[in-house]
């Protein structure tokens, strides 16, 4: 308990760690209602809202014997695959393109008209014609993702170079920096934090546009598994998925902000 | 005016007939109007002036930041096109990079001209050591007081070896009494390491404290009031031998504030009507 409480402590924003006492008390209380309701009380009808039992089954159902065409192992990394795929060539396009369009007026000029009316159309929006283009195979999935993802990156890294401390560079300048040097060691490092605000709401977007994704149609996956579970009238698999969904969700965010932290050591100090 | 001559024994600095306008030439704002001045080799120049009277602009145009509407800017005879690290600038707000250590900070310039990592080492050394700052290697700028991120400022223009360093109110962020051992070790670095220096204030006592003349400016339209000497009394009066709270004691030394005082009065009131 006493680690967990220091945990807590030691955590940043990120990953949600609720460890603290009350914190974890207040969760305890939560999962002891859930068996009061689904248990002795029969508040919830087993069709509507699993039991901790059923919730406990499933999840040993799809460990061991597989569910929707696969073993839990199969279905998560077949979704993580394709997010962190999605994620990473969507921060690379994203970051290099705001990059360029914040360092050059006239790439900002040519670029940025088209990306505005992009922009408000939802990813989900694009996934019937991502199917009519890729199918209903990985290729649909990835290229939902990449745009899911990419729109954020492209704002914030466009909105941190734009940022940057004009007497920072000038400083830079008349200590003899070229214009390659002020790009690696002004522009970047001070559009960092902007950057990773951006790649943090591209991760998000990237598991919310995936699981969509695969509810309309997938072979494989955590959405595959949630679409089956409501066709089977199975809630303690459908609880199951969302959880994975989460802890999936929650692990990718805390590995990036680690990465942040590593990326900016000064922000520590 | 492009090509350097070579045995030259003018000024570092050469403002002449310099003007900056903003807007149109008929109803435009005249920032400066065809200031002249000369700064020599070694000499420590301040100048005092009400805001708004082209002093900072002054010193942008010497460090290639800002240029005339007409007029030339010469540094070292050479027509001034663009920032360059003979020319180093000091600010206001320090402008370290919060993403560097002290050492990096320091060393930029010269990673920036290439020098090798043994070169670099040695320099930033030099200055840790001469600016105090020794156990602060590795700290991140905004883990020190203004005072140390200054010094910190301070050694990274020094550590380029400049021909010329300007100085936009560099002390103007300090509290008080880190100005006063600010300006002091100003005093004694530039005792070490001798350099043309251009320095802008709002303290009239800095400016007397520091200087070796003193330009008061005007405003509206932007220009030199007049130029007074100090070094020739501060070498009769013995400034350099006494610590800065006695020099600013001194009668001599309290004369020549109220004389730069009044002529900024003078100025502020000839502006007003």
């Known amino acids: 308990m006493a680690q967990a409480v220091r945990a807590g402590r030691r955590g940043r924003a990120g990953m949600p760690q609720v460890v603290s006492r009350g914190g974890l008390l207040s969760f305890l209380v939560v999962l002891g209602l859930w068996a009061l309701a689904t248990g002795p009380l029969d508040l919830v009808g087993p069709a509507r809202f699993p039991s901790p039992a059923d919730f406990w089954q499933s999840g040993v159902q799809i460990v061991t014997r597989g569910y929707a065409g696969g073993t839990l192992l199969t279905q998560v990394w077949h979704s993580l695959r394709l997010v962190l795929f999605g994620f990473v060539v969507a921060s690379a396009t994203g970051v290099g393109l705001g990059l360029l369009m914040g360092l050059s007026p006239r790439a900002e000029k040519l670029i940025n008209p088209t990306f505005l009316l992009l922009r408000p159309i939802p990813p989900l929006a694009w996934i019937p014609l991502a199917i009519l283009w890729f199918g209903l195979g990985d290729a649909a999935k990835i290229f939902v993702i990449w745009y899911a993802a990419f729109v954020p990156s492209v704002i914030n890294t466009l909105t941190g170079v734009r940022g940057v401390d004009r007497t920072i560079l000038s400083a830079a300048e008349v200590h003899g920096a070229s214009r390659s040097q002020l790009v690696r060691d002004v522009v970047i490092p001070a559009a960092l934090p902007m950057i990773f605000t951006g790649l943090r709401l591209s991760l998000q977007a990237c598991w919310t546009t995936l699981v969509a994704a695969e509810l309309v149609g997938a072979f494989f996956g955590i959405g595959r598994v949630l679409m089956t579970a409501s066709q089977d009238v199975n809630p303690g698999m459908i609880l199951f998925a969302m959880v994975c969904v989460a802890i999936l969700g929650a692990g990718t965010t805390w590995l990036l902000g680690t990465l942040e932290r590593r990326a900016m050591p000064w922000r520590q100090a | ?273």
């Open chain 2, 1 to 273: 005016m492009i090509s350097p001559s070579t045995a030259t024994s003018g000024p570092d600095i050469a403002f002449r007939k310099v003007s900056k306008v903003y807007g149109n030439a008929e109803g435009g704002f005249v920032a400066l109007d065809k200031v002249d001045l000369t700064v020599s080799r070694h000499e420590f120049v301040a100048i005092v002036g009400p805001s708004g009277c082209g002093k900072t602009t002054l010193m942008r145009m010497a460090a290639g930041l800002d240029f005339p509407t007409s007029g030339d800017v010469l540094v070292r005879d050479r027509q001034v096109e663009g920032p360059g690290p003979d020319r180093a600038v000091v600010f206001q707000q320090f402008a370290l990079m919060p993403w560097k250590t002290v050492r990096d900070n320091i060393g930029f310039g010269l990673k920036c001209r290439g020098a090798a990592p043994s070169e670099i080492k040695q320099v930033t050394d030099r200055y840790i050591t001469m600016m105090r700052l020794q156990g602060h290697e590795s700290a991140f700028p905004h883990q020190l007081s203004g005072g140390m991120q200054q010094r910190v400022a301070i050694a990274r223009s020094y550590a380029v070896d400049p021909d010329v360093l300007l100085m936009d109110e560099p002390f103007g962020a300090l509290d008080a009494q880190t100005r006063l051992v600010m300006q002091e070790e100003l005093v004694q670095l530039s005792r070490v390491n001798p350099r043309t220096v251009v320095f802008i204030t709002h303290s009239v006592e800095e400016a007397v404290f520091l200087a070796d003349r003193i330009v008061v400016m005007g405003r509206n339209p932007g220009r030199i009031v007049e130029i007074i000497d100090v070094k020739s009394l501060r070498l009769s009066e013995r400034w350099d031998e006494l610590p800065i709270e006695e020099v600013m004691d001194l009668e001599s030394f309290t004369h020549m504030r109220t004389r730069v005082w009044k002529l900024l009065k003078d100025t502020k009131r000839s502006t007003a009507a």
